[in-house]
């Protein structure tokens, strides 16, 4: 039996939380998300923040927008899931609609176009940070930290090597882990009979 974890108090706390989280995440809220969610908050384990993004990255959409959406909706049903998705996105959109109508004149500037790439490298690097941190995380998946990490690599050589299309990359690979996936648990259910 899993222990009990925090909730969120209202649905106010929740929409602030995921405000506060998207404020935070320039370029990539992933990074944040787990830190918030799971660390600062505790509203959800490792385990629980894992396969929730494994549900999240299969759904369409952005991955962290599926997350919140799932996260409210466990709270607080379906007035939990608007609530944290209005969070996620009320007023980082406003930000992104008044930066869009400056950006034109801004991007003259080199050196405007020069922190954009620069934050683009920090928002990969909190995505890397955030994978090892729940690396340990793997010993539970059925795949294995072994094979994860191998398909992990796998991506990393076929879209930044290879420079093959992410489609095919993601369709190929995940449809390679998934029957790893059904493979090993169908061998462990076998071998538990």
């Known amino acids: 039996m899993s222990e009990a974890r925090p909730a969120p108090e209202s649905l106010s706390a929740l929409f602030w939380a995921f405000n506060r989280l998207a404020l935070q995440g320039f370029g990539g809220v992933l990074a944040v998300a787990q830190r918030e969610l799971v660390e600062r908050l505790g509203w959800l384990s490792r385990d629980d923040f894992l396969e929730m993004l494994a549900i999240g990255q299969v759904l369409p959409g952005p991955n962290i927008v599926n997350l919140s ?3 409210g909706d466990r709270f607080f049903g379906l007035r939990g899931a608007l609530t944290a998705l209005a969070g996620m996105l009320a007023i980082p959109c406003v930000i992104v609609l008044a930066l869009a109508s400056l950006s034109g004149a801004l991007l003259e500037y080199e050196r405007m176009a020069g922190a954009l790439r620069g934050m683009g490298a920090v928002a990969a690097g909190l995505v890397l940070a ?3 941190k729940l ?12 094979w994860a990490l191998l398909l992990a690599l796998g991506a990393f050589a076929a879209v930044a090597l290879a420079r093959l299309p992410l489609i095919w990359v993601v369709l190929g690979l995940s449809g390679l882990g998934m029957a790893l996936a059904l493979w090993r648990l169908r061998t462990r259910e076998g071998g538990d009979r």
Do not use: E, K, Y
């Open 69 to 71: 959406l799932m996260i």
């Open 130 to 132: 955030t994978g090892l």
């Open 135 to 146: 690396l340990p995380s793997l010993r539970h998946n059925p795949v294995g930290r072994a």
